[in-house]
């Protein structure tokens, strides 16, 4: 894997002279985010070394390099998921490549159900921690130490400072945030009645389908954490009723403009 990522660094570095400290992972639904970006260079996923291969999908694919809020940022527009039939590995791959880049701050979005009952679609949640229920872990494997430790440490995951500053920035743009424990599960189907009732038992205050996976890879890198996701539908075991994409992909678009305005601010305030 080093070779991997030393070649696909080189790629990107012949190309465009930055250095970002903050890489942004935008999910379902918030790609169009990646407009906001000045002075962009983009980089389809399927023009750089080693990125996984696209599998079909209506995700966008790309690499943005650019500044955000007077910082250097690099940015996904779309991500790789688990129910597309990629590995653990392939998934977290541009996480490594955030970290050969210089990236010292992971701000890492998505889209999720609902599970506790106080929240609404469209809200705001600040993942505070999480449950991996994939039954998949991309560290799993032979060991380079080069690239973190055998056991990263789990118990403070999604960055305090971030966190604090991140509420903060909220409470002064009026910006209605929720805070929470994200489940991650591999999908595609979505959760039964029955399933939606553990993940509450269990401590979850929203559900998807990403993140964790490259937020154990950006904490075996030892990056700082910050976890956004848009809650585009509510899930309540007693009163479950079909969500269709499309109406959760309408929920994103219809967030993102507010999440824009969140994460522009935060990578404003953070020191390096
Ligand atoms: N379940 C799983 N993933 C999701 C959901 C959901 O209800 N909404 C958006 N992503």
Same mark, same amino acid.
């Given at each position: 894997?080093?070779?991997?990522?030393?070649?696909?660094?080189?790629?990107?570095?012949?190309?465009?002279?930055?250095?970002?400290?903050?890489?942004?992972?935008?999910? /379902?639904?918030?790609?169009?985010? #990646?407009?906001?970006?000045?002075?962009?260079?983009?980089?389809?996923?399927?023009?750089?070394?080693?990125? !996984?291969?696209?599998?079909?999908?209506?995700? *966008?694919?790309?690499?943005?390099?650019?500044?955000?809020?007077?910082?250097?940022?690099?940015?996904? *527009?779309?991500?790789?998921?688990?129910?597309? #039939?990629?590995?653990?590995?392939?998934?977290?791959?541009?996480?490594?490549?955030?970290?050969?880049?210089?990236?010292?701050?992971?701000?890492?979005?998505?889209?999720? #159900?609902?599970?506790?009952?106080?929240?609404?679609?469209?809200?705001?949640?600040?993942?505070?921690?999480?449950?991996?229920?994939?039954?998949?872990?991309?560290?799993?494997?032979?060991?380079?130490?080069?690239?973190?430790?055998?056991?990263?440490?789990?118990? *403070?995951?999604? /960055?305090?400072?971030?966190?604090?500053?991140?509420?903060?920035?909220?409470?002064?743009?009026?910006?209605?945030?929720?805070?929470?424990?994200?489940?991650?599960?591999?999908?595609?189907?979505?959760?039964?009645?029955?399933?939606?009732?553990?993940?509450?038992?269990?401590?979850?205050?929203?559900?998807?389908?990403?993140?964790?996976?490259?937020?154990?890879?950006?904490?075996?890198?030892?990056?700082?954490?910050?976890?956004?996701?848009?809650? /585009?539908?509510?899930?309540?075991?007693?009163?479950?009723? !079909?969500?269709?994409?499309? +109406?959760?992909?309408?929920?994103?678009?219809?967030?993102?403009?507010?999440?824009?305005?969140?994460?522009?601010?935060?990578? +404003?305030?953070?020191?390096?």
């Amino acid at each position: 894997m080093l070779k991997e990522i030393e070649d696909t660094k080189q790629y990107i570095f012949s190309r465009i002279k930055v250095k970002p400290k903050i890489g942004i992972v935008l999910g /379902t639904g918030l790609g169009r985010l #990646g407009n906001r970006i000045d002075g962009k260079k983009v980089f389809p996923y399927e023009d750089i070394p080693n990125f !996984p291969k696209a599998t079909c999908e209506d995700h *966008q694919g790309n690499l943005i390099l650019g500044s955000l809020g007077g910082k250097e940022i690099v940015a996904m *527009q779309g991500r790789f998921h688990f129910y597309e #039939g990629y590995s653990m590995k392939e998934i977290t791959f541009p996480i490594r490549i955030f970290k050969s880049l210089g990236v010292e701050v992971l701000i890492i979005t998505n889209a999720s #159900g609902g599970l506790n009952p106080q929240f609404s679609p469209e809200d705001m949640m600040l993942i505070v921690d999480h449950i991996n229920l994939t039954g998949d872990n991309p560290l799993i494997g032979s060991h380079l130490y080069t690239l973190g430790p055998r056991f990263p440490d789990m118990s *403070q995951s999604y /960055t305090k400072d971030l966190l604090l500053l991140t509420q903060r920035i909220a409470l002064e743009e009026k910006l209605n945030l929720q805070k929470g424990v994200y489940a991650c599960v591999p999908g595609p189907s979505m959760e039964t009645p029955a399933e939606t009732r553990f993940l509450r038992i269990i401590g979850a205050d929203a559900v998807g389908m990403s993140t964790v996976p490259e937020v154990l890879v950006a904490v075996h890198s030892r990056m700082k954490v910050l976890g956004l996701s848009v809650i /585009t539908n509510l899930n309540l075991p007693d009163s479950m009723k !079909p969500h269709s994409y499309e +109406e959760i992909i309408a929920t994103a678009n219809k967030t993102a403009p507010r999440l824009m305005r969140l994460i522009e601010r935060v990578i +404003e305030e953070i020191i390096l």
